[in-house]
């Protein structure tokens, strides 16, 4: 993907984003629409640690993903749209930084540990 096609999602996203802050829609449909425009970008769902079950798993598999290992937000895109919505006014930089930077970082996870408690764990190999 080129830089301009990047930009162009980017910037949907955060027109997105923009229009939320007067909309009463639910968080959870805005963060599906700013995700559908985010998720292509190479530099989303960036995988940051994981869990020993995923670590497992992949000791075993070959070049395949294994069924059943996926990845996790370490914070919910949902609770960081309430959270900012909440907040002052962002620039086009500050909501690239917050929804492309610590808050899109993803662990991987074996099948049903995908949930708000997994970045609670203390047993995530970072």
Sequence with gaps: ??????NA?????YATFCAA????????????AIGAMLNVLPTAWRVVGMTPLAHRMLKGADK????GVTRAH?????A??????IGPELSRDEFVE?????????????????NERIARRDDIMW
Excluded: W, Y
Excluded at 21 to 32: D, G, K, L, V
């Design 98 to 114: 917050t929804f492309l930077g610590k808050a899109d970082q993803t662990l991987l996870c074996g099948p049903r540990e995908n």
């Design 80 to 85: 960081t749209l309430r959270e900012v919505l």
């Design 64 to 67: 395949e993903l294994p069924k």
């Design 9 to 13: 999602h980017i910037d949907i996203a």
């Design 1 to 6: 993907m080129d830089k301009n096609t990047q």
């Design 21 to 32: 802050q007067f909309s009463q829609a639910a968080p959870s449909c805005i963060t599906r």
């Design 74 to 78: 370490v914070v919910s895109r949902t």
